[in-house]
């Protein structure tokens, strides 16, 4: 066997390896961070490519991170990349998602060859703008929601520009905070450049690379495999989101599913134009939702790189809510919007997989950041996702106050979050009767009441606060959310600046039901009551 060839038993390893090399990067990013957001919640994802920008293989990290990558590395392949080069991203019209998510991009050379490409994506707590966070629920442009960053040479040749660094740091709050996260990200990509030089020393740089190509053939082989199990034919939903931060008006997403043989294509005509708030999502946030359902619908256990993808086709109108001009605001679009497409893609692929697609989970990120207006060791910004109810499926309830659809966080721990700021949590927990009924119900929400103890703006962006997650086959709606400051409620999408010991509390939707609730067995029913799910 020459060196162009892979077997299987030696495709198999490989590519345990490729995956090995990123969650390595992602460990190193995690571990070496300073911001809870990172190193508790892991709000992060790290990727392998090929010289070509092709994804070779990621660490299971967030959903809505992964699947946008390609569009990165295809926008630093424009700019030369060249051995000892980072560069540094976050402007979603050039290969980023939204503002806070702060790219690198490193090419990675053995023996003064690129081979590949490290990415390391990071939401930071804070990149600048009109609110501290950077996650403002008033914006109405990009330039109001922080430092905008095409890609550039952060590193150039080994050596940090440091111009472009402090250029950065000048713009953001905890500028500290940001040097150090940006050091983790550097050096998880660094990692990643060491692992594939011990990769080529082990097997050769022909292998490797046809390994690189052998991985994706598997991958793409298997979901086309896959897709000719659904039947022919097209599948259309539609749903809402509810307002854009400046209006309360509903906003239209529609999608139809063509799956013809070993192929599927989305189609997003109807869907409404961009708007004025800040939901608008950048297509490559549209696509990295899509290709997140197609793996749930097909066999989550393929391995995901760019194989995975190739048979999977998504038409987006220009200039509208999926694809909008610049300068369109677009923070909210990464986190809530992404979770209604994926809402509105299982809806369209139910008839088609129906024992594959549950009911609907939260189908929010239930975004709260809190932050000071006040400089040097006075400021201070947290950001929270908040997980809530998973939608019943076939077979099994939904599960309790986890994170669902495009993001894949942990929380952060009580004791790190009133270490770390000015913040006292009142009530952590699941949220009664929150969840469908069906035959499996759907998951539980959750509570989560946090006092303030300085002054602060708040900031929340939300969804499922007045359209509830919808059950399926029979089952029951799950309970919408709330947001509540000092008991008062407020919309789903508000900032607002509060004094000291002010108390926010979010109260998250719970997950759909799935069949009919008259169908569930009497054990079950003992469960919920003992669990205080019964209604």
Do not use: W
């Not at 004025?276 to 793996?295: I, Q």
């Not at 059950?471 to 008062?488: F, K, P, R, S, Y």
Request: glycine residues 12%; contains cysteine; proline residues 6%.
């Amino acid at each position: 066997m020459n060196d162009r060839e892979v077997d299987p038993v030696t495709l198999e390893i490989m590519r345990n390896q490729f995956e090995s090399v990123a969650e390595e990067m992602g460990q190193v990013l995690i571990t070496s961070s300073y911001s809870p957001n990172i190193k508790e919640r892991r709000d992060c994802s790290t990727a392998l490519f090929d010289a070509d920008g092709r994804l070779v293989a990621q660490a299971e990290h967030i959903p809505v991170h992964l699947g946008a990558m390609p569009e990165a590395v295809d926008t630093v392949l424009d700019y030369g990349p060249e051995p000892g080069d980072v560069f540094v991203l976050n402007d979603p019209f050039e290969g980023g998602t939204h503002l806070p998510d702060v790219t690198m991009v490193s090419p990675l050379s053995v023996d003064s060859e690129v081979l590949g490409f490290a990415v390391s994506r990071a939401h930071h707590a804070d990149v600048g703008g009109m609110t501290p966070g950077s996650m403002p629920a008033g914006a109405r442009e990009i330039y109001q929601e922080g430092l905008r960053l095409p890609p550039v040479r952060l590193v150039a040749g080994g050596e940090t520009n440091d111009d472009v660094l402090s250029l950065l740091l000048a713009n953001v709050r905890n500028p500290g905070e940001r040097r150090a996260d940006i050091r983790a990200q550097i050096a998880a990509n660094e990692r990643a450049e060491e692992r594939l030089a011990d990769l080529v020393g082990e097997h050769g740089r022909s292998r490797v690379l046809a390994a690189f190509d052998a991985v994706m053939d598997y991958s793409r082989n298997r979901v086309t495999a896959e897709l000719r199990d659904l039947p022919d034919g097209e599948y259309r939903a539609r749903d809402v989101l509810e307002g854009d931060g400046v209006t309360d008006d509903d906003i239209p997403i529609e999608v139809t599913a063509t799956v013809d043989g070993d192929t599927v294509e989305f189609d997003f005509a109807g869907t409404a134009d961009q708007v004025a708030g800040n939901v608008n999502a950048p297509l490559a946030v549209a696509k990295s939702a899509v290709y997140f359902v197609v793996r749930c619908v097909t066999d989550p256990e393929i391995p995901p790189n760019q194989g995975c993808y190739d048979p999977i086709s998504v038409e987006v109108p220009d200039g509208s809510l999926l694809n909008p001009d610049a300068p369109a605001a677009v923070v909210g679009g990464n986190v809530e919007t992404s979770q209604r497409v994926t809402d509105v893609v299982f809806a369209a692929l139910a008839d088609a997989a129906p024992e594959r697609v549950p009911a609907q989970g939260q189908g929010t990120m239930n975004n709260l950041t809190i932050g000071s207006r006040a400089g040097g060791s006075d400021g201070f910004t947290y950001y929270e996702t908040i997980g809530g109810g998973f939608g019943g499926r076939a077979g099994g309830d939904g599960m309790d106050g986890v994170q669902v659809g495009m993001t894949n966080t942990l929380n952060t721990p009580v004791e790190a979050l009133e270490a770390e700021y000015p913040l006292f949590v009142e009530a952590y927990g699941l949220r009664e009767g929150s969840g469908g009924r069906g035959e499996f119900r759907g998951g539980l929400g959750i509570v989560r009441s946090v006092t303030v103890e300085a002054d602060a703006t708040v900031s929340l962006l939300t969804e499922r606060r007045r359209v509830a997650p919808r059950g399926i086959a029979g089952g029951e709606d799950g309970a919408t959310g709330q947001n509540l400051v000092d008991g008062e409620a407020v919309p789903s999408k508000t900032t607002r600046d509060v004094p000291a010991g002010t108390t926010v509390t979010v109260r998250t939707p719970g997950g759909g039901g799935y069949g009919d609730p008259d169908d569930r067995d009497d054990d079950a029913r003992r469960r919920d009551r003992e669990d205080g799910k019964a209604d």
